[in-house]
């Protein structure tokens, strides 16, 4: 009889682990340094199957990292407004699991990758309408439903409120932004029906559609990203406002679910290559969370075929390996002593 692993996992209280950054010097240093050097690439695309963010400047690209000491380093255009569009995916879901539970939630939308693209419907009847993960389209419409709330304003409210927690500061609609992604966001209104049918949705398909095509629409900067991912690696604490936003545990189910589904289908390789939990955007936004560090926060709305920026990926990269970010990283014990186990005396053992 094989082992109840999670009976055994209930029995101990968990521990963490935590770390710690390089000096405040060369974290500013390095942040500039990989400014410098990424700035200048031209690779990718800017999104256009939502007209309005073909508008983007593809020249932007701002880089920041906040430290769950609340420490702030940031370079290039770190103040600009953008719509966090999927990014949002990772931090309703972290609401809702503090609202609901890791069982409830993990129960209606899972938490495996589908190596399939973020707006497939192929994934979801493949798997008998039973959304995969939280950070795919169909997940995420799953997600939103179960947000609390007596009515959609009310939920809407709910995640407006919550999302302006984790960046510590109220975040707003881009109004464009929400009418032009309602303006064609069909296939997403079709999945949530999809989700309907199978009973992986209460609610009215379109109404949740509507709160999700909302959510996306918060406008923030790389530097509310940051904040937001620090607030991830502090077990959920702000680090600039010291408010409690969600729990430790919930930090942690959060940042599993995005180090195995974050990347969409280049999840696998983010993870072997980088080595830290993370969460793009079609507008250009990648956050990226070093538990118990920090987190980076980059825009850059020059795209690769994933969706994931590229210049984002080349920064976030660099930074994971100069700042010694990588959560699978780590190096050969150095004795104390160079002393033979044979000769330490009884004391020493």
Same mark, same amino acid.
């Given at each position: 009889?094989?082992?109840?692993?999670?009976?055994?996992?209930?029995?101990?209280? %968990?521990?963490?682990? &935590?770390? @710690?950054?390089?000096?405040?010097?060369?974290?500013?240093?390095?942040?500039?340094?990989?400014?410098?050097?990424?700035?200048?690439?031209?690779?990718? =695309? =800017?999104?256009?199957?939502?007209?309005?963010?073909?508008?983007?400047?593809?020249?932007?690209?701002?880089?920041?990292?906040?430290?769950?000491?609340?420490?702030?380093?940031?370079?290039?255009? &770190?103040?600009? *407004?953008?719509? =966090?569009?999927?990014?949002?995916?990772?931090?309703?879901?972290?609401?809702?699991? /503090?609202? $609901?539970?890791? #069982?409830?939630?993990?129960?209606?939308?899972?938490?495996?990758? &589908?190596?399939?693209?973020?707006?497939?419907?192929?994934?979801? /009847?493949?798997? /008998?309408?039973?959304?995969?993960?939280?950070?795919?389209?169909?997940?995420?419409?799953?997600? &939103?439903?179960?947000?609390?709330?007596?009515?959609?304003?009310?939920?809407?409210?709910?995640?407006?409120?919550?999302?302006?927690?984790?960046?510590?500061?109220?975040?707003?609609?881009?109004?464009?932004?929400?009418?032009?992604?309602?303006?064609?966001?069909?296939?997403?209104?079709?999945?949530?029906?999809?989700? %309907? @049918?199978?009973?992986?949705?209460?609610?009215?398909?379109?109404? =949740?559609?509507?709160?999700?095509?909302? %959510?996306?629409?918060?406008?923030?900067?790389?530097?509310?990203?940051?904040?937001?991912?620090?607030?991830?690696? *502090?077990?959920?604490?702000?680090? $600039?406002?010291?408010?409690?936003?969600?729990?430790?545990?919930?930090?942690?189910?959060?940042?599993?679910?995005?180090?195995?589904?974050?990347?969409? #289908?280049?999840?696998? #390789?983010?993870?072997?290559?980088?080595?830290?939990?993370?969460?793009?955007?079609?507008?250009?936004?990648?956050?990226?969370?070093?538990?118990?560090?920090?987190?980076?926060?980059?825009?850059?709305?020059?795209?690769?075929?994933?969706?994931?920026?590229?210049?984002? %990926?080349?920064?976030?990269?660099?930074?994971?390996?100069?700042?010694?970010?990588?959560?699978?990283?780590?190096?050969?014990?150095?004795?104390?002593?160079?002393?033979?186990?044979?000769?330490?005396?009884?004391?020493?053992?």
């Amino acid at each position: 009889m094989g082992v109840d692993v999670k009976t055994v996992i209930g029995e101990v209280e %968990q521990a963490v682990s &935590t770390g @710690s950054l390089p000096g405040w010097g060369l974290v500013d240093e390095l942040v500039h340094v990989v400014h410098d050097r990424y700035r200048s690439h031209d690779e990718g =695309v =800017v999104a256009t199957y939502i007209p309005v963010l073909a508008d983007a400047d593809p020249g932007a690209f701002g880089v920041c990292v906040a430290e769950t000491s609340g420490g702030i380093h940031e370079a290039g255009d &770190t103040g600009v *407004d953008f719509s =966090v569009q999927s990014i949002s995916k990772a931090f309703v879901y972290a609401l809702v699991c /503090e609202a $609901l539970g890791h #069982e409830a939630v993990r129960e209606r939308v899972g938490v495996n990758n &589908t190596g399939l693209g973020f707006s497939s419907v192929m994934a979801l /009847e493949l798997n /008998e309408g039973h959304p995969m993960n939280p950070m795919v389209n169909a997940g995420a419409l799953a997600t &939103t439903a179960m947000m609390p709330g007596s009515s959609f304003a009310e939920q809407w409210e709910n995640v407006r409120t919550g999302l302006s927690r984790f960046a510590g500061r109220q975040l707003a609609l881009d109004g464009e932004v929400y009418r032009s992604e309602s303006a064609t966001n069909m296939r997403n209104k079709a999945i949530a029906r999809l989700l %309907q @049918s199978y009973g992986r949705i209460d609610l009215d398909p379109l109404g =949740v559609v509507d709160v999700y095509t909302r %959510q996306c629409s918060l406008l923030v900067t790389a530097r509310d990203l940051a904040v937001m991912g620090a607030t991830l690696a *502090d077990g959920g604490v702000n680090p $600039l406002t010291g408010d409690r936003v969600v729990s430790g545990q919930v930090c942690r189910d959060t940042l599993a679910v995005l180090a195995s589904t974050g990347m969409y #289908e280049r999840s696998g #390789e983010w993870l072997f290559e980088i080595g830290l939990p993370a969460k793009s955007g079609v507008s250009g936004g990648i956050v990226a969370v070093a538990p118990g560090k920090g987190a980076i926060g980059t825009f850059s709305p020059r795209l690769d075929p994933a969706g994931n920026s590229v210049r984002g %990926q080349r920064a976030t990269g660099y930074l994971s390996r100069a700042l010694g970010l990588n959560v699978f990283a780590s190096a050969a014990r150095v004795p104390e002593r160079d002393v033979p186990p044979a000769e330490l005396t009884k004391d020493d053992r």
